[in-house]
């Protein structure tokens, strides 16, 4: 039990410290494109190596391979690029708060895609985090780039949608399997995007690397495979619910090592936000809970009564 709690904790470590990472690289001349192309090329060399060596490479279907294709060439790319862009006009922890914002979107498309009914505590929980970001991104006079902010805004959309399309597929192959094929589609669109928009460029200082080795290998790699192993050992509520802990490591490292500082209240805001997303995912995964008892019941009333 106790491991599974540090797993997540290690992957929310790994992942907050990424737009650190991110900011270390644009200080040294790489682009987003470069950027985010060496990431995704790295981590999937190192996840397609592991399957072969493991042995745990598996035939997946053409829906699936479309699927994938979806999810990691169009999705996680845009995502990936409205994240990362979003960091060099806003400070990263302002960035890392307002992607937290994604279980909120997953509610609300949920109800209009999957049609899953919206509680009233859901709403309320919903609510509770929109006046967070409220209070995060403070008033007009603060001065914020809101080109910045909508870029952090539609990563959490963009997000969010990539979590409702992936949700089925994932169930159907194995997770590190998943990830090796999105990180690959991600790869070859950044490649395509840099190659027309001539923005690859490899001739950067050691830092540049350093960084860029980084986030492939610590906030990519490590992290996805910790996560996924976290949640077969404490379940998919609980490491969600610990993952929230990423922004506060991001809040911290960025007022450690790049300066940055909220004010009290947006750092009250920023409490706000994680406990309305918090109680979200609870929510979500109660009532899923509720749902799945009252078929089972259906399901043994409908064979006593054929007996």
Not at 12 to 26: D, E, Q, R, S, V
Request: aromatic share 14%; hydrophobic share 55%.
């Amino acid at each position: 039990m106790y491991l599974g709690y540090f797993l997540i904790l290690l992957s929310a470590t790994a992942f907050g410290l990424m737009p650190i990472f991110a900011i270390y690289a644009y200080d040294h001349q790489v682009s987003v494109n470069t950027l985010l192309f060496l990431r995704f090329s790295f981590a999937s060399i190192i996840f397609f190596s592991y399957l072969f060596m493991k042995k745990g490479f598996v035939s997946i279907t053409k829906k699936q391979f479309i699927t994938f294709f979806l999810l990691g060439s169009i999705l996680y790319t845009l995502q990936s690029s409205f994240y990362f862009s979003s960091i060099k006009y806003i400070p990263a922890s302002l960035a890392a708060l307002i992607l937290y914002l994604y279980p909120v979107f997953v509610a609300i498309l949920s109800f209009f895609v999957n049609k899953e009914k919206l509680t009233k505590f859901m709403v309320i929980s919903m609510i509770i985090s929109l006046f967070g970001i409220l209070l995060v991104l403070g008033t007009p006079t603060d001065h914020m780039n809101i080109f910045g902010i909508s870029l952090a805004l539609g990563a959490a959309i963009v997000y969010s949608i990539y979590i409702i399309v992936g949700g089925r597929v994932t169930l159907q192959v194995p997770p590190l399997v998943t990830s090796a094929f999105i990180a690959l589609f991600a790869a070859i669109s950044f490649l395509i995007v840099g190659l027309t928009t001539n923005t690859l460029q490899f001739h950067f200082s050691f830092v540049g690397w350093l960084s860029i080795l980084c986030i492939s290998i610590i906030s990519s790699v490590i992290s996805m495979a910790s996560f996924f192993a976290g949640i077969k050992l404490i379940g998919p509520t609980k490491s969600a619910i610990l993952s929230m802990v990423e922004p506060v490591i991001t809040i911290i490292f960025s007022t450690i090592l790049l300066n940055e500082n909220m004010k009290l209240l947006q750092l009250v805001g920023g409490a706000i936000v994680l406990l309305g997303a918090a109680l979200v995912v609870i929510t979500s995964e109660k009532k899923k809970l509720i749902e799945n008892k009252m078929e089972n019941h259906l399901q043994y009333d409908m064979m006593n009564n054929e007996k």
